[in-house]
């Protein structure tokens, strides 16, 4: 079942009500930075891996 356009419009009223419009922008800017710093420590942390696998091969030799 999807949500036809009325119940949507419900809803942003509902959460314009709750938050305010100056409100949100700076939810989505946290938002977006606790993103950027989620995938910075995943790739941050494949980069360990990948050294630890290199050293590991090179210990082998």
Do not use: C, H, Y
Request: no cysteine.
């Amino acid at each position: 079942m999807t949500p036809s356009i009325w119940q949507l419009l419900i809803v942003l009223v509902i959460v314009l009500l709750l938050f305010g419009r100056g409100k949100i922008p700076q939810l989505m800017g946290d938002m977006a930075k606790g993103i950027k710093s989620f995938k910075k420590g995943m790739s941050d942390e494949d980069k360990k891996e990948d050294k630890n696998i290199e050293n590991n091969s090179d210990n082998e030799k």
